[in-house]
């Protein structure tokens, strides 16, 4: 029987290894901190570690593949290590992943999350298997201790799960209804980031734009993103993911009038077709999306907009396709995801005909992408001679060039002759010289 070494005083040791979102890095940044408010001690490899887990996304076929590859790797030689399955895959699949994986001691979805401290009880108190897969709990995943990877922007979760039904998506079925956390307790956070030196904020979310404080204060979306960026001691406040049907005026308007809230938003569209649109169930078609579009245009404010695109949905033609090339070029997007459509189980999608094959979709996807290449060469040349505001995230000793991030969410590597300080974390003006499609390259110029 596989159990833990957990005798005496041993520091019990775990790894964690994250799949897919930004959710899911910050879901692992909050086991993190409950298991090292537990007793836990995080190490760099599975080799070293008692007890391993992963962190799991099952979004698209293959990122669902991924962890079953890891977990086989370890077959034979995990002996005396304990694995735990978290997040989406692990909701997903349940308890069959016993069966995939016999080593495999603990599953747990990301709705019960915070059953985990007494999930990890139940291991320690010799229980063979545990699971946490209830998706009707109304909580949301708060902890005391988050440990967070980066030192200078940080994740705050205000609303978890996703009760929209896109025909071709499983959130809705492995991270459960949704829930928003209260403004009271998203604010306090904020402050709390503050003292310990962050300038930056992410709210993440599903649907960020879904969000509805509980409390009697009843902010809606953009006036929990305007006290956010209110609160003293930020500079930069992100947000995502947006979902258009819930994108309302105000939330430009809250961009307009608070400069701490970044030039970017995030829209994802997934196809310019209204047809196909509908038959994903997106909840609204080609026109009112780019209403929407036009609102952020019509800013003062130079907003970057970006968006996911799926190629290759059930049903869609030559013609829808040729919409979401036009759509392309009419928003002359910053940057986008692209995916080919992925089979999901649950999903209603699976009930469609008409379903295109692999390599037709890969073919589209691939004119997707050089479609926008084209676009983001276009787009990012028009930086060139202007100077931008920075928040500089590392440095790359290859070239010597500091890694720096402008509101608009652009990378942005620059050199600072003769400066000899560490950067990391501050705000740089920097004049960019040069473009790519990826990047923009320059010259600090204090
Ligand atoms: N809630 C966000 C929204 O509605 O736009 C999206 C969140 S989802 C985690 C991120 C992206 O994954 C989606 O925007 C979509 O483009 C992509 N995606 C989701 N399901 C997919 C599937 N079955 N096949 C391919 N891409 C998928
Ligand atoms: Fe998935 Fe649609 Fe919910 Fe986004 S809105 S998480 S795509 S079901």
Redesign the pocket.
């Known amino acids: 029987m596989l159990r833990f070494p957990y005798n005496g005083n041993r520091v019990k040791t775990f790894y964690i290894e994250t799949f897919?979102?930004q959710?899911n890095a910050h879901d692992s940044e909050k086991v993190v901190g409950t298991l090292v408010g537990q007793g836990y001690n995080q190490v760099e490899t599975p080799e070293e570690a008692e007890l391993v887990f992963y962190n799991t996304?099952s979004?698209?076929?293959k990122a669902e593949q991924k962890v079953f590859h890891r977990l086989q790797q370890f077959k034979r030689d995990g002996k005396g290590k304990t694995f735990a399955v978290l997040g989406c895959v692990a909701q997903q699949e349940g308890e069959k992943i016993f069966e995939k994986a016999p080593h495999v001691s603990l599953v747990c979805g990301s709705a019960s999350y915070n059953k985990l401290p007494e999930l990890l009880v139940q291991l320690e108190s010799g229980n063979r298997r545990v699971t946490g897969l209830s998706l009707d709990t109304h909580d949301t995943f708060e902890t005391p201790i988050t440990r967070r990877d980066n030192p200078h922007r940080a994740y705050i979760t205000i609303i978890e799960g996703?009760d929209?039904s896109?025909a071709?998506?499983?959130?809705p079925f492995t991270r459960g209804p949704e829930r928003s956390r209260t403004s009271a307790s998203v604010i306090a956070e904020t402050l709390e980031l503050v003292r310990s030196g962050y300038s930056e904020i992410q709210l993440l979310?599903?649907?960020v734009n879904s969000y509805r404080d509980p409390s009697p204060a009843g902010w809606d979306f953009a006036a929990l993103l305007d006290n956010v960026g209110r609160v003293p001691g930020i500079r930069r406040v992100r947000f995502t993911?947006?979902?258009?049907r819930d994108f309302v005026k105000g939330i430009i308007d809250a961009i307009e009038t608070n400069p701490t809230l970044c030039n970017h938003v995030h829209?994802?569209?997934?196809s310019g077709s209204s047809r196909i649109l509908e038959a994903m169930q997106?909840l609204y078609t080609r026109e009112e999306y780019l209403r929407r579009i036009e609102w952020m245009k019509a800013s003062s404010r130079p907003i970057a907009i970006s968006?996911?695109?799926?190629v290759g949905?059930p049903g869609e033609t030559e013609a829808d396709l040729e919409a979401t090339l036009a759509l392309l070029e009419e928003v002359e997007y910053d940057s986008i995801?692209?995916?080919?459509?992925?089979?999901?189980p649950n999903?209603a999608?699976l009930e469609l005909g008409d379903h295109i094959s692999e390599e037709e979709k890969t073919r589209r996807l691939a004119i997707v992408q050089e479609k926008q290449r084209a676009i983001q060469i276009r787009r990012n040349a028009a930086w060139v001679g202007t100077v931008e505001e920075c928040m500089v995230e590392g440095f790359n000793k290859a070239t010597g060039q500091w890694i720096g991030r402008t509101s608009q969410n652009k990378l942005l590597n620059f050199l600072r002759p003769g400066g000899d300080e560490d950067l990391l974390g501050s705000y740089v003006d920097v004049r960019v010289t040069r473009a790519g499609p990826n990047s923009l390259a320059g010259e600090a110029v204090n």
Do not use: E
């Open positions: 897919g979102c959710m996304c979004i698209r076929d996703c929209k896109c071709y998506c499983v959130v979310g599903q649907n993911t947006s979902h258009p829209l994802p569209v997934q997106r968006t996911d695109i799926i949905f995801f692209s995916f080919k459509y992925s089979r999901r999903t999608a």
